[in-house]
């Protein structure tokens, strides 16, 4: 099983600056990683897939890149609305698995 | 629009069995891929199990292999997981989500609870 590990557990940032979040995958998924967004009392959204293409809709201030097992998403000018919890997936191989999510926070 | 709408959730003693169904529609059923994703109270996302759009192909997570199978109906638009042998620890709320070809999901339900207590 490949096992995501996300950094930090907890991001505090200000409105109007960016963010960096990582994943870190325990063996190489190629650049099978998606990035989704929750908000409280709702569903995850898809945020990004194959590493850096953006989900329909999505915003251009979320972006992402990496590959082999170091991935990033990055925000740019934090809005309110951006304020949740991110959890990256790996698809390269079964079973799927999910990162334990990080918490971005209002500073 | 895609939609996906959840239901079948609800409180189950330990041992019990609940079948779970996902009604969709805006999308081609049968072409697409579908998961269950499940998420414990206050926890993280944890993938539980997928089907191929034809539902000749089927997967699990090791912590539901034996005990969960997930099955379509491509002539009714509808997804099932049937639970079983229902633990506490498989309290969450369950989540639909239709895939594509990658297996990521572009489209998620709202989910159903399961509570599974005595």
């Known amino acids: 099983e490949t096992v995501m590990t996300q950094s930090p557990v907890t991001l505090s940032v200000s409105p109007g600056e960016g963010a960096t979040l990582s994943c870190r995958a325990s063996q190489s998924i190629s650049s099978s990683l998606a990035w989704y967004q929750q908000k409280p009392g709702q569903a995850p959204r898809l945020l990004i897939y194959?590493?850096?293409t953006r989900a329909t809709g999505i915003t251009a201030r979320f972006s992402g890149s990496g590959s082999g097992t170091e991935f990033t998403l990055t925000i740019s000018s934090l809005q309110s609305e951006d304020f949740a919890v991110y959890y990256c997936?790996?698809?390269?191989?079964?079973?799927?698995?999910f990162g334990q999510g990080t918490r971005l926070e209002i500073k | 629009e895609v939609q996906l709408v959840e239901s079948g959730g609800g409180l189950v003693q330990p041992g019990g069995s609940l079948r779970l169904s996902c009604a969709a529609s805006?999308?081609?059923?049968?072409?697409?891929?579908m998961s269950w994703v499940r998420q414990a109270p206050g926890k993280g996302l944890e993938w539980v199990s997928a089907i191929s759009g034809s539902g000749g192909s089927t997967f699990y997570a090791d912590s539901v292999k034996g005990r969960f199978t997930i099955s379509r109906d491509n002539s009714k638009n509808t997804l099932f997981l049937q639970t079983n042998s229902l633990r506490a620890g498989d309290t969450a709320v369950y989540y639909c989500?239709?895939?594509?070809?990658?297996?990521?999901?572009?489209?998620w339900g709202q989910g159903t609870l399961v509570t599974v207590s005595s």
């Open positions: 989500a239709k895939d594509n070809s990658a297996w990521y999901s572009d489209y």
């Open positions: 805006g999308f081609t059923f049968s072409r697409y891929a």
């Open positions: 194959g590493t850096s």
């Open positions: 997936q790996q698809y390269d191989n079964w079973p799927i698995t």
